[in-house]
Nanobody, 126 residues
C-alpha cells in the first residue's frame, strides 16, 4: 500500500509561482511512475505532468514551459514547480502513481492511477 501526502498549495495572483510537494510513505520516489493531476469544480481530473522511472517527463500542452516536475531524492519527494500561473490553473492538485513498479511510458490517464494523495488546493486570481 502506497500513501501519498501533498503539500504546498495556496492562493497567488496571476503570474506568481507555487511549489507543490508529494511524499510517498514506505516507498522510494524513483521506483515508480508518478504524476500530478488537477481537478476544477465540475470538471474531470486531468493530467498535468508525469515523471517516469528513468526520469522522462511528460507535460500537458497547457503547462509546457511553465511547470516543471522533478524528483527530490534527498527528501524522497515529488515536486511540481509552477511558474507564470494563470487563473485557469486553479483547482485541486493531486499526486498519484499507477502502482508499484509501474512505468509511465507517456501521459497515462487518471484511470490508470491506483494511488492518490488527498489533494492540495491551488487558487490563482486575476
Amino acid at each position: 500500500q502506497v500513501q501519498l501526502v501533498e503539500s504546498g498549495g495556496g492562493s497567488v495572483q496571476a503570474g506568481g509561482s507555487l511549489r507543490l510537494s508529494c511524499a510517498p510513505s514506505r516507498r522510494a520516489i524513483e521506483l515508480d511512475c508518478m504524476g500530478w493531476f488537477r481537478q476544477a469544480p465540475g470538471k474531470e481530473r486531468e493530467g498535468v505532468a508525469a515523471i517516469d522511472v528513468d526520469g522522462s517527463t511528460y507535460y500537458a500542452e497547457s503547462v509546457k514551459g511553465r511547470f516543471t516536475i522533478s524528483k527530490d531524492r534527498d527528501t524522497n519527494s515529488l515536486i511540481l514547480q509552477m511558474n507564470s500561473l494563470k487563473p485557469e490553473d486553479t483547482g485541486m492538485y493531486y499526486c498519484g502513481t499507477p502502482g508499484l513498479w509501474q512505468r509511465c511510458l507517456g501521459s497515462r490517464p487518471a484511470a490508470h492511477y491506483n494511488y492518490w494523495g488527498q489533494g492540495t488546493q491551488v487558487t490563482v486570481s486575476s
